[in-house]
């Protein structure tokens, strides 16, 4: 299930589970404490455009914070992970239930355990999605969803911005990551404009046109040191070796920032594909 589209015939598919859940498992807890929420407004536009609101799945779901968020609006959410590191840090919530979901497993085992063909109501994806075999994932999603009414959506987030002193060094800094990104990341440098999305429109973002929101953050200093230390690319730097946030780095930013004490509001945007599978 959801092998990267980055792999290459002559690798396994067990290298590369460890691969896609070390991506993450490193930093898994920094990863829940910085990371920011998603909106309450985000799940209130998908809740309304599903026309049942029994079971949801949300896929790659990281720490659960869009599992809590759909669970708002949803009778069962299921949330699965292929990192059991990151499952072990998910905030438990009374409708969510976490399953880890190994590559080795099956289409049809997964499909069994999502409830059956035709069963649900919502998939999310929140900044996951370009890591996936994507030809896979939405033929899943082809046979998970309910019909008619069933909705997809995925979502990522790009640019924060602090202010005006701040955000040329946090440039520099995110040039340094470059080498060290996956190239499926480069999807979400495009804003999810070159993501393939092949889903029937519903008016909330379809393939080459996202829908955007704002997301604002009020953070301290080492909690936007620590989102920074969450991306996997200064993880992957320094398994060669190069510490992208080095303790000079770290000294330039807390001087733009203001002072270690200061917390700012932080605002980056979120760029959404949202529809339905076509009959």
Request: hydrophobic content about 40%; some cysteine; charged content about 20%.
């Amino acid at each position: 299930m959801f092998v990267p589209s980055w792999t290459t015939d002559s690798e396994q598919e067990g290298e590369w589970e460890k691969v896609m859940a070390g991506l993450f498992d490193k930093q898994a807890e920094v990863y829940a404490k910085a990371r920011p929420t998603y909106p309450r407004e985000l799940y209130e536009k998908l809740a309304a455009l599903t026309p049942g609101h029994t079971l949801a799945w949300d896929v790659g779901t990281g720490n659960g914070q869009a599992a809590i968020g759909v669970a708002q609006h949803y009778e069962q959410v299921i949330a699965t992970d292929v990192s059991e590191s990151q499952l072990k840090h998910a905030m438990p919530h009374p409708r969510v239930q976490y399953i880890h979901t190994p590559l080795s497993l099956s289409d049809e085992e997964l499909v069994t355990t999502l409830g059956g063909e035709n069963s649900i109501d919502l998939i999310t994806v929140a900044t996951a999605a370009h890591w996936f075999d994507l030809p896979m994932f939405y033929s899943l999603v082809d046979r998970l969803l309910r019909k008619p009414g069933g909705l997809v959506a995925v979502w990522t987030y790009q640019g924060f911005e602090v202010s005006p002193t701040f955000d040329p060094i946090l440039k520099r800094f995110t040039d340094t990551t470059m080498p060290y990104w996956k190239p499926n990341a480069q999807y979400v440098f495009d804003q999810y404009r070159t993501l393939p999305f092949p889903f029937e429109s519903v008016g909330l973002g379809s393939e080459g046109s996202p829908y955007m929101m704002e997301l604002h953050k009020e953070i301290s200093f080492d909690g936007f040191m620590q989102l920074l230390k969450s991306v996997s690319a200064v993880t992957t730097a320094k398994e060669h070796g190069i510490d992208l946030l080095s303790e000079e780095v770290v000294k330039e930013f807390e001087r733009a920032w203001g002072g270690p004490t200061l917390v700012r509001s932080v605002m980056c945007k979120l760029f959404m594909l949202t529809g339905r599978a076509r009959i």
